[in-house]
């Protein structure tokens, strides 16, 4: 059993900056790939930025610049800073680990809501 666990959001001004935090639990092996996606109201779930084990990043063109990923491999974590916010960043975010090898799985958390606006 693998459980994952955001925390962070909440309402910030357009400009301001925002850091989450995703924490992974249970059987995790080694090799895999953490990361965050965004799913607006009326829009579908997209990928904001995934790191793997080994450091490589990958970033949606929309936040490349102002968001970084970044992990933690001994205590399962991956966070999200995220500065120079838009209100088109509004959205739940949602932490996710992908395992590639062992037991393979997807696992995702329950979502934390990031409101940027005046």
Same mark, same amino acid.
């Given at each position: 059993?693998?459980? #994952? ?7 910030? $001004? ?10 992974? +639990?249970?059987? /995790? ?18 990928? #904001?930025?995934?790191?793997? +084990? ?15 990923? +970044? ?9 999200? $800073? ?14 996710? /680990?992908?395992? #590639?090898?062992? +037991?393979?799985? #997807?696992?995702?958390?329950?979502? @934390? $809501?990031? @409101?940027?606006?005046?």
């Amino acid at each position: 059993q693998v459980q #994952v666990a955001e925390s962070g959001g909440g309402l910030v $001004q357009p400009g301001g900056s925002l850091r989450l935090s995703c924490a992974a +639990s249970g059987r /995790i092996f080694s090799m895999n790939v953490m990361g965050w996606y965004r799913q607006a109201p009326g829009q579908q779930r997209e990928l #904001v930025a995934r790191i793997t +084990s080994d450091g490589k990043t990958n970033y949606a063109d929309s936040v490349k610049g102002r968001f970084t990923i +970044s992990r933690d491999n001994a205590k399962n974590t991956v966070d999200l $800073q995220m500065n120079s916010l838009k209100p088109e960043d509004t959205a739940v975010y949602y932490c996710n /680990i992908i395992i #590639v090898v062992g +037991s393979p799985g #997807v696992y995702w958390g329950q979502g @934390t $809501q990031v @409101t940027v606006s005046s």
